[in-house]
C-alpha cells in the first residue's frame, strides 16, 4: 500500500487525525510540521520568523521530495497542497483526503493559537480569505473530500479507515 497523506486547512484535523489514524490502521506517522521542527530544532513560529515564509514552504517541498517511506499515514500542513510540484509527489505517492472543514469549525479551534504564525499575524477575515483562496487547491490535490462538520474526530477516522479499506481492495 502507499502512502496516505491528509490535506486541508489549518485546524481541519489533519494532525489529529492522521495520530489516530496510524493506531487504527497500525501504519507509522509522520506530522510534517514536526518533522520539520525536529530537523530545524526551531519551533514553526521562529522559523516564519527567522527565515521568512519561503524558507518554511522550501523545507516542506523538500520534505516531499526526499520523504522514503511507503506504507504511512502523513499530515501534511494547511500550505502544502498549495504547491503544484506538492500536489504532484501526493497523488503519484499516495492517496490524497482532503479534510473539509467549514469555517466556522476552523476559526473556533485556530484564533487562539500561538503556534501558527499565520494566524497570528492575521485578521480574521484575512484568514477567512485564504480559506476561500485555499480550497480549490486542496479540491485539485485530493482523491477523496471528507466533510467533518458535526462529526467526532472518531467518526471521522473511522471513515477515513473505511475508504482505505475500500479503495484497497478495488
Ligand atoms: N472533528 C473534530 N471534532 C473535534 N475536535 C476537532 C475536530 N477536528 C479537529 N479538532 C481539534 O481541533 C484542533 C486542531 O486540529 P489539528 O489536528 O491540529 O488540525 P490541523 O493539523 O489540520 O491544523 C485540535 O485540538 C483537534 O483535536
Ligand atoms: O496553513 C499554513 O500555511 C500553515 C499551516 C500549519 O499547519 P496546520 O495546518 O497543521 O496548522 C503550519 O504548516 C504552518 O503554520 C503554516
Ligand atoms: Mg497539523
Same mark, same amino acid.
Given at each position: ?52 515564509? #519561503? ?46 472543514? #467549514? ?68
Amino acid at each position: 500500500m502507499k502512502r496516505i497523506y491528509l490535506i486541508g486547512f489549518m485546524g481541519c484535523g489533519k494532525s489529529a487525525i492522521g495520530r489516530r489514524l496510524s493506531f487504527m490502521l497500525k501504519l507509522p506517522f509522520y506530522d510534517m510540521d514536526k518533522e520539520i521542527v525536529r530537523r530545524e530544532g526551531k519551533t514553526i513560529p521562529e522559523i516564519f520568523e527567522e527565515h521568512g515564509e #519561503p524558507y518554511f514552504r522550501s523545507l516542506e517541498a523538500r520534505f516531499l521530495r526526499e520523504f522514503k517511506s511507503d506504507c504511512c499515514i502523513i499530515s501534511t500542513g494547511g500550505g502544502t497542497a498549495i504547491n503544484a510540484e506538492n500536489r504532484k509527489i501526493m497523488r503519484e505517492t499516495g492517496l490524497v483526503l482532503f479534510l473539509d472543514a #467549514p469555517f466556522r469549525d476552523i476559526w473556533r479551534r485556530i484564533h487562539r493559537d500561538p503556534n501558527r504564525p499565520i494566524v497570528r499575524r492575521s485578521t480574521k477575515e484575512e484568514i477567512e480569505s485564504l480559506y476561500h483562496q485555499r480550497h480549490s487547491a486542496y479540491k485539485r490535490a485530493a482523491h477523496i473530500s471528507v466533510r467533518t462538520e458535526h462529526r467526532s474526530l472518531r467518526q471521522i477516522t473511522e471513515f477515513v479507515a473505511f475508504q482505505v479499506h475500500r479503495l484497497k481492495g478495488e
